[in-house]
T-cell receptor, first 113, second 116 residues
Framework: AQSVTQLGSHVSVSEGALVLLRCNYS??????LFWYVQYPNQGLQLLLKYTSAATLVKGINGFEAEFKKSETSFHLTKPSAHMSDAAEYFC???????????FGSGTKLNVKP | DAGVIQSPRHEVTEMGQEVTLRCKPI?????LFWYRQTMMRGLELLIY????????DSGMPEDRFSAKMPNASFSTLKIQPSEPRDSAVYFC??????????????FGEGSRLTVL
């Protein structure tokens, strides 16, 4: 069975500071992993995805995530937060059958001026 | 290109009424998904279709919920009768053929349903 755990429902950082959003997964087979972002009153948009190629994945808007099999983690980072990064971020896993995605509970990122 | 289009964006109705939510997927996408988002339960997959055929409806809460996809460009999610606990944001998403790669979901802007 697959599941996704996002630690911290709310994260607050100062503008210019490092962003770190945590995601751990459980999967019985090598997973496909995703990060999606949701801005207020909008649908989710794909930030980046891991599909068993390079373990460090670069996405849009300066975000990247590293797949660590030994830690079953796929944490999302950005070196320097921008006000426009304020949104809710969802980690998701798909197990072979990519058409079934399991989403984490989401982490709301607040960026302080 | 147009994205996934959902209507209505907002719906307020009274308990017991029928609600129909509509979705137009991106042209050429052959997978369509319905998700429900609430504060308590997060994002839940309700049902998904491939080439207009329902593949997995195990997430549909109960018989009051039904979904159809009569053609490649249109899908509906119906709740009859509606209850206050159905209040949520309902998202439609579509995905292109996998062609051996993992897909990605393209979401609509959602339909916010409030049942009084």
């Amino acid at each position: 069975a697959q599941s996704v755990t996002q630690l911290g429902s709310h994260v607050s950082v100062s503008e210019g500071a490092l962003v770190l959003l945590r995601c751990n997964y459980s999967s019985s087979v090598p997973p496909y992993l995703f990060w999606y972002v949701q801005y207020p009153n909008q649908g989710l948009q794909l930030l980046l995805k891991y599909t068993s190629a390079a373990t460090l994945v670069k996405g849009i808007n300066g975000f990247e995530a590293e797949f660590k099999k030994s830690e079953t983690s796929f944490h999302l980072t950005k070196p320097s937060a921008h006000m426009s990064d304020a949104a809710e971020y969802f980690c998701a896993v798909s197990e072979g059958n990519f058409n079934k995605f399991y989403f984490g509970s989401g982490t709301k990122l607040n960026v302080k001026p | 290109d147009a994205g996934v289009i959902q209507s209505p964006r907002h719906e307020v109705t009274e308990m017991g009424q029928e609600v129909t939510l509509r979705c137009k997927p991106i042209s050429g996408h052959d997978y369509l998904f319905w998700y429900r988002q609430t504060m308590m339960r997060g994002l839940e997959l309700l049902i998904y279709f491939n080439n207009n055929v329902p593949i997995d409806d195990s997430g549909m809460p109960e018989d009051r919920f039904s979904a159809k996809m009569p053609n490649a460009s249109f899908s509906t999610l119906k709740i009859q009768p509606s209850e206050p606990r159905d209040s949520a944001v309902y998202f439609c998403a579509s995905s292109p053929p996998s062609r051996g790669d993992t897909g990605e979901l393209f979401f609509g802007e959602g339909s916010r349903l409030t049942v009084l």
